[in-house]
C-alpha cells in the first residue's frame, strides 16, 4: 500500500525566513493534496497537482510536484505567524481509484515573530 | 456553500458507553467520508460513501464502529462500548463528484473516553 513520509517533522523559523516542506512517497502519485490544519480545527485545502513538474502558487505558497511524481515540495516565502499551522500531504490511493485520501504525518510549523 | 458541518464538537464519554457523531456534508457532494485522527499523526483513513452506498471500509473499523447515510445527505458515525484506545478526533470530510477533487472537511469531533 502507498504511503507518504513528510520532513521535516516539525520546523521552527523566524518570521521573515523562507521554508520547504516535502512529502514523499513510495510509489507514483496520480493526485498530490496539501492542506493545513490548525490545532483542535479541520483540515483547510491549498493545493491539488497531478502533473509531473507541475507548480501552484497561492499568495506566498508554492507548491511543486516533481518530473517522476514521487515527491512534493511545498514552499513558503517570507513566513508569518499566521503561517504557523500542521501541513498534510494527502494523495489518491491509485492511478484509477478516486476512492479515498491517504494523508502523510504532518509537518508542525511554528514561525516567532 | 455553508461546509462541511460536524456536531458535536466535542464529546467525553465513560468506557463502555455508546456515541454517535453527526455529519452533515456540503448539500451537492455525493461523497462522504470518515477519518480518525490522533495526536501528531496524519488522518487515517475509516470508511466513505458515495449517496447513501458504503463503498469502502478500513481495517481499522472494527464491528464496534458503524456508520450510515440515509438518504444520501447526513451520515452518522456509531462507537459501540468505547474504549480509551477511541480518544481521537473523527473527521468529516465531502466531495463534490467522481474523480480527481479535492476533500472539503469539517472541523471533527474530538472524543475523549475516560
Known amino acids: 500500500s502507498q504511503e507518504l513520509e513528510q520532513s521535516p517533522q516539525s520546523l521552527i523559523v523566524q518570521e521573515g525566513k523562507n521554508l520547504t516542506i516535502n512529502c514523499t512517497s513510495s510509489?507514483?502519485?496520480?493526485?498530490l493534496y496539501w492542506y493545513k490544519q490548525k490545532y483542535g480545527e479541520g483540515l483547510i485545502f491549498l493545493m491539488m497537482l497531478q502533473k509531473g513538474g507541475e507548480e501552484k502558487s497561492h499568495e506566498k505558497i508554492t507548491a511543486k510536484l516533481d518530473e517522476k511524481k514521487q515527491q512534493s515540495s511545498l514552499h513558503i516565502t517570507a513566513s508569518q505567524p499566521s503561517h504557523a499551522g500542521i501541513y498534510l500531504c494527502?494523495?489518491?490511493?491509485?492511478?484509477?481509484?478516486?476512492?479515498?485520501?491517504?494523508f502523510g504525518p504532518g509537518t508542525s510549523l511554528s514561525v516567532i515573530p | 456553500d455553508t461546509g462541511v458541518s460536524q456536531n458535536p464538537r466535542h464529546k467525553i464519554t465513560k468506557r463502555g458507553q455508546n456515541v454517535t457523531f453527526r455529519c452533515d456534508p456540503i448539500?451537492?457532494?455525493?461523497?462522504l467520508y470518515w477519518y480518525r485522527q490522533t495526536l501528531g499523526q496524519g488522518p487515517e483513513f475509516l470508511t466513505y460513501f458515495q449517496n447513501e452506498a458504503q463503498l469502502e471500509k478500513s481495517r481499522l473499523l472494527s464491528d464496534r464502529f458503524s456508520a450510515e447515510r440515509p438518504k444520501g445527505s447526513f451520515s452518522t458515525l456509531e462507537i459501540q462500548r468505547t474504549e480509551q484506545g477511541d480518544s481521537a478526533m473523527y473527521l468529516c470530510a465531502s466531495s463534490p463528484r467522481s474523480g480527481r477533487s479535492p476533500l472539503h472537511f469539517g472541523n471533527g469531533t474530538r472524543l475523549t473516553v475516560t
Open positions: 510509489k507514483t502519485l496520480y493526485g
Open positions: 494527502g494523495a489518491d490511493a491509485g492511478k484509477t481509484s478516486y476512492d479515498k485520501v491517504i
Open positions: 448539500s451537492e457532494h455525493n461523497r
